[in-house]
């Protein structure tokens, strides 16, 4: 029996049309897709009620203010200034009306009087908190996977009929109740390979010939039923390939009835959770981070949707929110580093598929976020899930906003960005439990704040002083910051290994933050400077070596930029290892070589996961950035001298090794090389940029079947292993390191070009 949620007419209001055809019920999916959008109406009001009634609290404006007012507590408390260690003298004069609304932030939830300092001495936070215990409808009676570290997980199952009940699809839940009485649930999965017996597989294809496969494969892996686009519903291969009484169900929107389901299935787990949303072109990893530190400095139990990892607290979450453990054996584990021009297998390894996960697997990670304890959660919006409605189903409490990209007002994609980060602040509606932070220098503010226009709004800036977290002083080094920030509430002096402009916006919005949810002062210093790292930006690498090595994810011109002007006048030399990846849009290769030629003393422009596309194919689209005069200095010469000598004539490196060392603009396809080269080159004062890859352990190869395969290489641990060995290259005293290649065989090598370089030559003579 097979039921279809899918496309037919009817009025919005008039209850959902169904029509009965060879043994298919089909259900209007149009007016269900509208019905989604009415209970996402004005301000989400509406569809906090259903994530109320899907938890089993009452659903009225009575029960949803009682929930409401349960759910926040109270945080801030007055401050003894002489006890904030680093909080310097309060801002004389301030106008407190200039901070709007500042008595109706929302509050850190947990307790009744968490930060009252009146009765809490400080360290004592985590006695007055209030840890959410597990929803009444979920037993708690289950097995305890996580031992004593976590309270006992609740098993879940339901009726199929109850489930579609709680999620308030009447119509589909009678059938269901009519036609599969005994049919249960006992999990919602969307990922073919993790479906377990009693599983609904909600199937979302990349090809819709896939649906056959997939749905035999549910089938075999004991599901209980099958989500199915609507699409599929006159596929007779699908009909052939599930038994007559197993339950077939078909939705206009796979993804957004799915996420209903879960969090009816899951008992609405962002409504028990502080969830701190940070969306933005650049900077959601560094500010998420930030303000997990914050919250974990007030003995929060935090989990964390991110680029980096799913977590809660020091521990690991895989993507159906259960403690992560490796499922095979990991080939690397004893290994110091990779090695050179060979791919290390890549297996046993954490990985986080996307930033922002489905909106299925949202709701599964908080989920396991609260059953766990948590009482908060900072969750990464990338435009991209926005955009594709995986977050519709969401509860924040307040919304932060980092920084668009500056081609925002010139690119339609990044314009079709600002309207998908937009939404997130229009779902903003409760100014007593909701609340926006905004960069009040950004291009995109005044958009940002009429989106949030129904909430309390904290800016924050470096160039307005308006704002009403501000940067007064920044001072900066090659191994960490000073920034001294002007607050509502008095002036803060935060030191950080964070360096760069782009992370004082970072380090404000994350105070911003702090001030909405009425985190005392102190503590808001605390929980940032206690961040020592942020894996993979601005990731300082020290092992007591003279010089900074720095590792950092910035993969485009602008974040390239940022991060190499924080540097500039500040080392002697800057030595900069950065590569592109391969099967992606070639366009800003040439200006990201640009930007590292201007900012950089050294450059090697090596490998950057290549994929499919040939590595000298990618390091020539980059080097098509160096200056015209600088690469037409050597147009005489028969081979062009900025590529990897690999590809050259054994005769010819010398002369290719001269005319890069000259210029020192390097080539190195193998990045092995490249930071080992970098690091055994860079002498006391310098810093060595290791740029792109950030805080990601694999490269991506090219397999000789057209498919990509993974190799572990990590730039940090790369690093860690190349500064070891410097202990050994400091004995060769004789080795002059200051150029590649080292030593000094070519420095009394002449060619027709080298010296001097204004010196004409013959075809002839050319080499």
Not at 392 to 418: C, F, I, N
Not at 602 to 617: G, H
């Amino acid at each position: 029996m097979q039921l279809g949620l899918r496309g037919g007419g009817g009025k919005l209001g008039g209850g959902l049309h169904t029509r009965h055809s060879s043994g298919h019920i089909c259900i209007a999916g149009r007016q269900l897709r509208v019905l989604s959008r009415h209970y996402a109406a004005p301000y989400g009001r509406a569809k906090s009620r259903l994530l109320l009634q899907a938890a089993g609290e009452p659903a009225g404006d009575e029960g949803f203010e009682r929930d409401a007012e349960r759910l926040m507590g109270q945080l801030g408390g007055d401050m003894d200034e002489e006890e904030a260690g680093q909080i310097l003298d309060g801002l004389e004069g301030f106008d407190e009306e200039s901070l709007r609304n500042l008595d109706q932030f929302p509050e850190l939830m947990g307790a009744d009087n968490i930060g009252n300092q009146d009765e809490a001495e400080e360290g004592e936070y985590a006695d007055s908190l209030r840890i959410p215990t597990p929803s009444s409808e979920a037993s708690t009676s289950g097995s305890d996977p996580d031992g004593d570290k976590y309270p006992p997980q609740p098993e879940r199952g339901y009726h199929a009929h109850e489930l579609f009940d709680k999620a308030a699809l009447e119509e589909v839940a009678d059938y269901l109740r009519e036609k599969f009485p005994e049919a249960c649930l006992f999990g919602l999965q969307s990922e073919i390979e993790r479906v377990l017996p009693g599983d609904l597989y909600c199937c979302e294809p990349m090809d819709l010939d896939d649906v056959p496969d997939l749905v035999q494969r549910a089938v075999q892996a004991q599901a209980a039923a099958v989500l199915l686009p609507e699409q599929a519903y006159h596929m007779s291969s699908v009909r052939e390939s599930v038994p007559e009484d197993f339950p077939v169900l078909y939705a206009g929107d796979v993804s957004e009835l799915s996420q209903r389901l879960a969090v009816a299935f899951y008992d609405a787990p962002s409504r028990d959770l502080l969830v701190v949303g940070v969306t933005g072109s650049h900077g959601k990893t560094t500010v998420s981070w930030l303000i997990r530190g914050m919250l974990e400095e007030m003995e929060q139990v935090t989990g964390m949707i991110g680029s980096v990892e799913y977590a809660i607290a020091e521990d690991r979450l895989d993507e159906d929110g259960e403690l992560w453990v490796p499922r095979e054996e990991d080939p690397a584990a004893d290994r110091e580093s990779s090695v050179p021009f060979m791919v290390t297998p890549y297996a046993g390894k954490y990985t986080v598929p996307a930033t922002t996960p489905p909106g299925l697997q949202v709701q599964k990670l908080l989920a396991g976020v609260r059953d766990r304890g948590g009482t908060c959660a900072v969750v990464e919006c990338s435009s991209y899930a926005m955009a594709n409605r995986e977050l519709d189903w969401l509860e924040v409490g307040v919304v932060v906003h980092t920084r668009l990209s500056l081609s925002a007002e010139s690119s339609p994609k990044m314009q079709q960005q600002l309207r998908a980060e937009l939404a997130l602040f229009e779902k903003l509606y409760d100014p007593t439990t909701q609340a926006a932070v905004i960069n009040l220098d950004d291009p995109a503010a005044d958009l940002v704040k009429a989106s949030a226009s129904a909430v309390p709004v904290v800016t924050y800036g470096i160039d307005n002083p308006d704002a009403d977290v501000y940067a007064e002083t920044a001072k900066m080094d090659i191994w960490e910051s000073e920034v001294i920030v002007r607050t509502p509430l008095g002036k803060l002096q935060i030191i950080t290994p964070l360096l760069g402009k782009h992370n004082v916006y970072n380090i404000l919005a994350a105070v911003a933050t702090g001030i909405c949810l009425k985190i005392p002062l102190k503590s808001i210093v605390a929980g940032i400077e206690a961040v020592e790292v942020v894996p993979g930006r601005s990731e300082l690498i020290d092992e007591g070596q003279g010089f900074s090595v720095i590792v950092d994810a910035a993969d485009t011109p602008e974040a390239v930029d940022a991060m190499l002007s924080a540097l500039a006048g500040k080392a002697k030399n800057i030595l900069t290892v950065i590569g592109c990846r391969g099967q992606e849009s070639r366009a800003p290769r040439p200006y990201i070589s640009e930007v590292v030629h201007a900012k950089s003393d050294l450059v090697i422009f090596t490998n950057d996961s290549p994929r499919q596309e040939p590595p000298e194919q990618i390091i020539q689209d980059m080097v098509a950035g160096l200056p015209e005069d600088l690469v037409s200095r050597y147009s005489g010469y028969v081979y062009f001298p900025f590529q990897d000598q690999g590809h050259v004539p054994l005769w010819f490196e010398p002369y290719l090794q001269r005319a890069q060392r000259t210029t020192k603009r390097y080539v190195m396809e193998d990045r092995f090389s490249a930071i080992r080269a970098a690091i055994g080159t860079a002498g006391p004062g310098d810093v060595v940029v290791i740029l792109g890859r950030g805080h990601k352990d694999y490269m991506e190869y090219g397999a000789e079947d057209d498919t990509t395969v993974l190799g572990w290489f990590d730039d940090r641990v790369e690093a860690r292993s190349a500064l070891s060995k410097l202990t050994y290259l400091d004995q060769l005293s004789d080795l002059s390191r200051n150029k590649l290649p080292w030593g000094s065989a070519l420095d009394d090598m002449e060619t027709v070009i080298d010296p001097p370089p204004t010196e004409h030559w013959t075809t002839s003579g050319s080499v």
